[in-house]
């Protein structure tokens, strides 16, 4: 499969040096609107560079989009249009309204659209998610240093929208009610937010960001009726502990830290790209799952209160 990657910064660039190592895939090239960066990555797998994504070299059969957020749409849909495979990284879109076009394009030609929520692919989450049977509360936390990066957008969109699609994946039912709260601190934008979502069947999800910190911390717990399962996503680490009811005496709680299988998640992803574009099945995160992502995140700035 020919590959190439369109924004080869901070996190593009890791795209490239994995998908130079994947077997299926060849990486025919990069393309950066910073011809030196390009270059810069370019010449490490010796490939082309370009500026302009539709310069690629020969055909290819599919795209990595790394680029801004708000390029996403425009970088992507001659792609789409031409029935090429693209993972489109999160944000999938500036808005609601484009992300709707991108979907609808894909479905319209066949190409296959996936959304890079990378923390889908995390191995904590994976070991976890067979024992998030019912959780009736869940608290996250994502919480990182003031970045150089992604200021022009709301910490929602930026760190918080993460945990909006691993809530959206655990938790099937509508949401009844959301309360926001957002600060901007150091930007124009809101650079730490908190928000309470309650959904049709009663689960309350907690989720704080902040890109304000002092720590970094990628944390969701879930509370269930007689577990709690805890996922760091940054250690890659699960601990479970289970209500245990002895047929007679008092009830105990027992459980610890779950192994888990530590991988690169991005890897993961794109593996599960690769398996995607290849027709094999439907991307983990489709380009609807993005969608529904986003505009929760939508919604949940909308209604937040603003503290000044
Ligand atoms: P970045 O600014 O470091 O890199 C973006 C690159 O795209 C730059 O090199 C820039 O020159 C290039 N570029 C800009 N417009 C372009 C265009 N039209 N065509 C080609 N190249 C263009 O940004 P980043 O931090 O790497 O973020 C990129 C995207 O990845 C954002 O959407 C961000 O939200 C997302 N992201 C996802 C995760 C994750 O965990 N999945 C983590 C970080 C960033």
């Known amino acids: 499969m020919r590959i190439a ?6 996190l593009g660039r890791h795209h490239a040096r994995i998908l130079a190592t994947l077997p299926e895939v060849t990486l025919i090239g990069v393309a950066d609107t910073n011809l030196q960066r390009a270059r810069e990555i370019a010449e490490a797998h010796g490939i082309e560079a370009v500026t302009d994504p539709l310069a690629l070299p020969g055909a290819v059969d599919a795209v990595v989009v790394a680029t801004p957020t708000a390029s996403h749409a425009a970088v992507a849909t001659p792609f789409l ?12 879109a500036r ?16 190409a296959t659209l996936a959304v890079g929520h990378t923390e889908r692919f995390n191995p904590a989450l994976t070991a976890a998610r067979p024992m998030l049977t019912a959780p009736r509360f869940i608290e996250g936390h994502r919480l990182g240093t ?3 990066r992604s200021l022009d957008i709301d910490v929602v969109f930026d760190l918080m929208i993460h945990d909006i699609d691993v809530v959206l994946s655990v938790v099937d039912s509508g949401i ?31 989720l704080t960001a902040s890109r304000i910190s002092r720590d970094r911390t990628r944390k969701i717990r879930f509370f269930q009726p ?27 709680i027992e459980g610890g830290p779950v192994p888990v299988s530590r ?24 380009g609807e799952a993005g969608r529904q992502a986003l505009e929760l995140a939508q919604r949940i700035t909308e209604q937040m209160v603003s503290v000044r």
């Open 5 to 10: 990657v369109i924004g080869v910064g901070h």
């Open 95 to 110: 808005s609601l309204a484009e992300a709707d076009a991108l979907v609808a394009l894909a479905r319209r030609t066949g």
């Open 81 to 92: 249009e031409a029935g090429i495979a693209v993972l489109i990284e999160k944000p999938l």
């Open 146 to 148: 003031f970045p150089d």
């Open 263 to 286: 991988d690169e998640p991005l890897r993961l992803e794109l593996e599960d790209f690769v398996a995607a574009a290849a027709g094999r099945r439907d991307a983990t995160v489709t």
């Open 226 to 252: 007689e577990s709690y399962v805890s996922v760091d996503f940054a250690a890659q680490e699960l601990d479970v502990w289970r209500l245990v009811r002895p047929p007679a005496g008092a009830p105990s």
């Open 176 to 206: 009844a009610a959301i309360d926001a709260v957002g600060v901007p601190v150091l930007t124009p934008r809101f650079d730490i937010s908190n928000v309470r979502l309650r959904f049709d069947n009663g689960c309350i999800a907690n």
